[in-house]
């Protein structure tokens, strides 16, 4: 038996590693796939929208725009907060976001792209969230595309379409169409939020801030 | 794999159980050491494999290292080559803890081979991607100690 005994040991190992590895590849391979599946009805509407991409009721009362710049360090650092806020709100509100992205940021605009790219096959906000929640991630990379490619296998998309939809005239003509409509509106900064048209002032660019002036929006509906 | 040689011939010809005994420890923390950067190089073939170098504990640095071009090899991720060498280490240790004859010369062999190869995977964080990938540097670690404990166990062990 002893003579047997390394073999043994050597084989358990090996049936050890495969194991744990396929366990491992399995539950995430899961959790991308909840990921990827998570909000479909946000995921459908934002996928409709032709000109915007919206996530929440669309008849909620109150309508919360961001032009943020995924490269943008306060923009990742509100992303949290907003998330937060629109579980909070509810059907009280729907979130509209437009791509602004500053060339003095390396990566900003192959970060739009990308997000369009995934809002191609409708997963605009799933990359969106993505991208803000790694922003210190792939900031600082040089190759950063390769990190998106990553995040839009992560998201179950369709790669090959994905890289070409990338590099595609429709993409780059939607983000510049998203940056003409805030220079029209007079976006200077990022974040730059209008909550119900309003402008919020950059002091009120926090949680707190942001809350204060949805329920203020909420208290001038009429009630019915 | 050759055939062991006969343990009480050893122990008769050593004389002393210590120096019976020695192989099989210097053996085993070897066998123990693979295991841990098995462990390691598997994590970080499966992050690679599905397509998530997103979830690196949120390290810019390690972002930049797993997801360089010399992270893999074509299509294949160099922790993956890793796991094997781990494996084949461990594996050399465990048949040299039982005596079997040229187990050491591969482990040996192998051993300092990844040595090599770590070397360079740290020149190339440290002067080409200036990031440092804290698996990789745990990877480092380990094949370090096991390079020392090659070095440092006599060659007759």
């Known amino acids: 038996m002893k003579r047997y005994l390394p073999f043994i ?18 539950s995430k391979r899961k959790s991308s796939s ?22 929440g009721a669309a008849d909620a009362p109150v309508t919360l725009e961001e032009f943020g710049d995924f490269q943008c360090p306060p923009c990742g650092q509100m992303a949290g907060p907003l998330r937060q806020i629109e579980k909070e709100y509810g059907k009280k509100l729907r979130v509209i976001f437009y791509n602004f992205p500053f060339d003095i940021h390396q990566h900003a605009r192959a970060a739009a792209y990308a997000a369009e790219a995934a ?10 969230d ?3 929640r790694e922003q210190a991630a792939w900031s600082n990379a040089p190759d950063a595309e390769r990190l998106f490619e990553s995040y ?18 429709a993409v780059k003509q939607r983000v510049t169409a998203d940056q003409q409509l805030g220079a029209s509106r007079g976006v200077k900064n990022t974040p730059t939020i209008f909550v119900n ?28 | 794999m050759p055939s062991p040689k006969s343990r009480s011939d050893k122990r008769q010809s050593s004389g002393t159980w210590t120096a019976s005994r020695a192989p099989v420890i210097v053996y085993t923390i070897a066998a123990v050491l693979a295991l841990a950067g098995l462990a390691d190089a598997t994590y970080l073939t499966v992050q690679s494999l599905s397509g998530e170098t997103a979830v690196c504990g949120g390290s810019a640095d390690c972002f930049r290292v797993l997801g360089s071009a010399y ?4 299509s294949l991720p160099v922790s993956a080559i890793g796991a094997l060498a781990y494996f084949g280490v461990f594996s050399f240790a465990i048949f040299a803890a039982f005596r079997y004859a040229r187990a050491r010369t591969f482990f040996v062999a192998l051993v300092c081979a990844m040595f090599l190869v770590t070397l360079w ?37």
């Open chain 1, 130 to 132: 993505l991208l803000y």
């Open chain 1, 197 to 224: 048209k309003h402008q919020l002032p950059p002091t009120s660019l926090g949680g707190s801030g942001v809350r204060q002036a949805i329920d203020h929006a909420l208290a001038q509906i009429p009630q019915r």
């Open chain 2, 71 to 74: 992270a893999k090899i074509g």
């Open chain 1, 119 to 128: 809002g191609l096959q409708g997963h605009f906000w799933e990359m969106h």
């Open chain 1, 152 to 169: 839009a296998t992560m998201l179950g998309l369709d790669i090959g379409r994905f890289r070409q939809d990338v590099q595609s005239e």
């Open chain 1, 9 to 26: 040991i050597v084989a358990a190992v090996a049936l050890l590693t495969v194991g744990a590895a396929a366990m491992l590849y399995n």
């Open chain 2, 121 to 157: 995977f740290l020149f190339v964080q440290a002067f080409l991607l200036h990031a440092f990938c804290r698996f990789c540097l745990f990877s480092a670690a380990i094949v370090f100690l096991l390079m020392g404990l090659v070095v440092a166990t006599p060659q007759r062990v």
């Open chain 1, 34 to 55: 909840a990921l990827a599946a998570s909000s479909p009805a946000q995921t459908e509407e934002s996928s409709k929208s032709a000109t915007a991409h919206v996530r």
